[in-house]
């Protein structure tokens, strides 16, 4: 079996995995350039090239300037 590390859903197939990832409603991405939050497949067509979707941002490569938002941590001083 193999889980979604964000929604906890199980399927048989590592493919069958991988094309739920593109549609978890809990994968979402964070672009630290502008604060928007979004999924994963709005900001990538190929799944190797990363961009945020915001027409105004220029953020773009994963872990780069978009982050998975279970990545983030808050930071208190």
Do not use: I, K
Not at 12 to 22: F, G, K
Request: charged share 25%; aromatic share 8%.
């Amino acid at each position: 079996m193999h889980t979604c590390r964000n929604c906890n859903q199980s399927f048989q197939t590592e493919l069958a995995l991988e094309l739920h990832r593109d549609t978890c409603q809990d994968g979402q991405l964070f672009c630290q350039v502008c604060g928007d939050r979004f999924r994963e497949a709005d900001a990538t067509q190929d799944g190797w090239h990363y961009e945020c979707p915001n027409e105004n941002c220029d953020g773009d490569g994963l872990q780069q300037d978009l982050y998975r938002v279970e990545d983030v941590r808050a930071a208190t001083h």
